[in-house]
């Protein structure tokens, strides 16, 4: 059966502000260990006593997708809320100008990890569209993830990286139709189908 059946729920602000949040208390520590992913621990949402934690598998690309979402979703946010967002963005802002080379050499070992895994779902797909197309919503998250590296990265950086984005969005343009958002659709608007085409539609069955 093809179908989105792994729609993508979108996380609350609260949730997305909260992983910001956490790395931003150690993204120094981060940029400086080298590791793409580290795991932090952040409140469950809607936990008044602050008892309640959960781990959660975060990055320097991760952190920028969120940072993107919480930005397209201001008027979710509270005032308070909103100067924590902001207070988080400078802190991480100040970590990254202390050691701007060791963060763009992570951030690009990011993005090409991701590049790796989205090649390796499209080998994939070849085998079995049908399961492709189920799975789509979920592994695509890596081609939003590697935009938002994009933007971070300095020209040269970012140069050296579109020749593989630009292989690798030539494979999903020859097996995609166009269609829906393949997220949860309350947050389409802040993925605008211009610059996130890879967002609308599924891969064909043929």
């Known amino acids: ?40 621990v952040v409140p469950t949402p809607g936990d008044r006593r602050g008892a309640a934690a959960r781990q959660v598998q975060s990055s320097g690309g991760d952190v920028l997708a969120r940072l993107h979402k919480l930005a397209a979703q201001s008027e979710l946010l509270s005032r308070e809320q909103a100067q924590r967002v902001a207070e988080a963005r400078g802190a991480i802002e100040k970590a990254t100008a202390r050691l701007p080379s060791h963060y763009q050499a992570l951030l690009l070992r990011e993005a090409r990890a991701r590049l790796n895994s989205l090649n390796w779902f499209l080998d ?20 939003q993830r590697i935009a938002e590296i994009a933007k971070a990265l300095e020209a040269e950086n970012a140069g050296a990286l579109a020749t593989q984005v630009a292989a690798v969005d030539q494979r999903l343009q020859g097996m995609m139709t ?9 947050v389409a608007h ?9 967002l609308y539609g599924l891969p064909a069955l043929q």
Do not use: H
């Open 1 to 40: 059966m093809a179908s989105k059946l792994s729609t993508v729920i979108a996380a609350a602000p609260e949730t997305d502000l909260a992983v910001v949040e956490a790395m931003a208390e150690q993204f120094e520590s981060y940029i400086l260990g080298g590791q793409v992913y580290r795991t932090v």
């Open 124 to 143: 994939d797909c070849s085998e079995n569209r049908r399961e492709c197309r189920v799975q789509y919503p979920f592994e695509i998250r890596n081609r």
């Open 178 to 186: 166009g269609g829906e958002f393949v997220w949860e659709a309350a």
């Open 190 to 198: 802040v993925y605008p189908r211009e610059a996130y085409w890879y």
